[in-house]
DNA sequence: GTTCCGCATGAATCGATAG
DNA sequence: ACTATCGATTCATGCGGAA
């Protein structure tokens, strides 16, 4: 059988089974944001905590078959609070995962700025998500320089957040290290950013209900993708990745369980504007 | 025998086994940065991250055993990359911490401003670290009000005169939560925090290896104890927790196996103002 | 054109109530 | 007892209209 990629598609179907037509080696980058585990049944997905590492790890067993050997598996996840504590299903994935064979190169911190509002008597808000990066090998493509920021706003936001004691405490220090770095920073433009990334949640757009804002996987896709590089996001929901990639000029393949989404996203990305 | 607590003392010792002479049930907190793994071979001796949990295990059983119930363990922790990967001895910690008894209630995001400058192939900047909080029970202690911060801008203009969307959503409430909620927000300059936790690193302290800046004990025992509460460290290190602990007028127990860093502490300590 | 202001809405979680 | 549903709580963002 002639294995065939469906490029620029958005195909309807569960991602183990569509997948499986894949050839191996094929995909620069997958960047993927699956249904969280829910015991509601009628949210999108649905799948109960307990189950939640068999039901994903089947589904990675393809991922790693299809990824390119230099390609890269970003998965964006949190683990959700049952019972008054946080459940274990995502660092329980994270080991099964490595024993399926994929190297646990890193963790990034998604800090939503926006995070959703809320008191309870045991905890505050929930205002961050792991973004883990898994890779076949330790030898990967990963392009620094698409990423890095502006020196300007890079400092403009670190300083933004400061609280009063913290500005004291910098001043007070300032002829040791921090003088240091700023010398270093001198006749800079750009710097690499960090682990971890300050992104608002969309929560004005009424007709796109984005589970997560467009910035996080274009920061992906340009720190681990090309143009003409193939890009797959196997639970493509409302097409966020398929639209940034396209509008990146990399190739795309979008798959989803429900047809209702999946012409949500081809009907997204035909409006979606080519030239950036 | 008659267990006695030694209160406001630094320790010399391996904490597993001064602890033992601690009495059940009589802290109210526990926050420690161990010993991380392997990185600091010079100073703590190097735990192998193979061997991390299986040397840090019967610790925690101490610690659970002199955590009043309605106290909380904070432990400041980051796994290390190993042969290209991030070694996973701290997710497996989390586990076996379960199956000891703990609850995994939550996991704060230190963010690091002011991580070193740096350039790897294939990594950037790591600029976090864990802080996993673990409980005995579901009702433990929180004092959220210490920890308050100032809120956004947008507060200025939204409180000025309630918005047709507050009325409503508060209308449908129940009849008596209407004027409730309005005299809780009028006049409010202050909101609750997040699970992220914005502070710098210090580069001060260049004598002991940890860099734990004084923030962040301090923003712990705020949220987790009042004074005359006792605060626990059993990885003191230079002193950081327990001067903390005393300028906020806790009672404080240190506890490190080094002699050298005891002292230190205690010198600390005695130099530290106690009026805040 | 700028700036300001009103407004909807979000991968949430807890505790109480109902089946 | 144990699970499913529902109301209450709360804050930052970007859009669009107004000043």
């Known amino acids: 059988m002639t294995h065939h990629l469906p490029i620029n598609q958005i195909l309807q179907g569960d991602c183990e089974q569509v997948l499986a037509t894949f050839p191996d080696n094929s995909i620069d980058l997958i960047v993927t944001s699956p249904p969280y585990a829910d015991r509601r049944k009628k949210t999108y997905g649905g799948i109960h905590p307990d189950h939640y590492v068999e039901w994903f790890l089947p589904k990675a067993a393809e991922f790693l078959r299809v990824l390119k050997p230099t390609g890269t598996f970003i998965l964006n996840i949190k683990e959700r609070v049952v019972n008054g504590e946080r459940h274990t299903y995502v660092i329980e994935l994270i080991l099964r995962l490595r024993e399926q064979g994929?190297?646990?190169?890193?963790?990034?911190?998604?800090?939503?700025?926006?995070?959703?509002?809320?008191?309870?008597?045991?905890?505050?808000?929930?205002?961050?998500?792991?973004?883990?990066?898994?890779?076949?090998?330790?030898?990967?493509?990963?392009?620094?320089?698409?990423?890095?920021?502006?020196?300007?706003?890079?400092?403009?936001?670190?300083?933004?957040?400061?609280?009063?004691?913290?500005?004291?405490?910098?001043?007070?220090?300032?002829?040791?290290?921090?003088?240091?770095?700023?010398?270093?920073?001198?006749?800079?433009?750009?710097?690499?950013?960090?682990?971890?990334?300050?992104?608002?949640?969309?929560?004005?757009?009424?007709?796109?209900?984005?589970?997560?804002?467009?910035?996080?996987?274009?920061?992906?896709?340009?720190?681990?993708?090309?143009?003409?590089?193939?890009?797959?996001?196997?639970?493509?929901?409302?097409?966020?990745?398929?639209?940034?990639?396209?509008?990146?000029?990399?190739r795309y393949i979008g798959i989803d369980i429900h047809e209702e989404y999946c012409e949500m996203a081809r009907t997204s990305i035909g409006a979606a504007i080519t030239t950036l």
């Open 102 to 250: 994929w190297l646990w190169t890193e963790e990034f911190i998604w800090h939503k700025k926006n995070s959703y509002p809320g008191k309870w008597p045991n905890r505050f808000r929930d205002s961050w998500e792991r973004c883990l990066q898994f890779n076949k090998q330790r030898q990967f493509n990963m392009y620094q320089e698409a990423v890095m920021i502006p020196m300007g706003d890079w400092a403009r936001s670190r300083l933004r957040r400061l609280s009063e004691t913290d500005k004291v405490r910098d001043e007070s220090k300032v002829n040791s290290g921090f003088g240091k770095n700023v010398s270093n920073w001198l006749g800079r433009k750009m710097a690499y950013p960090t682990n971890v990334l300050h992104l608002a949640t969309e929560t004005s757009n009424r007709k796109h209900s984005a589970v997560f804002p467009a910035a996080l996987p274009e920061w992906f896709i340009k720190l681990f993708t090309q143009e003409g590089d193939i890009v797959l996001d196997p639970f493509v929901g409302s097409g966020t990745t398929a639209i940034v990639a396209k509008r990146m000029k990399r």
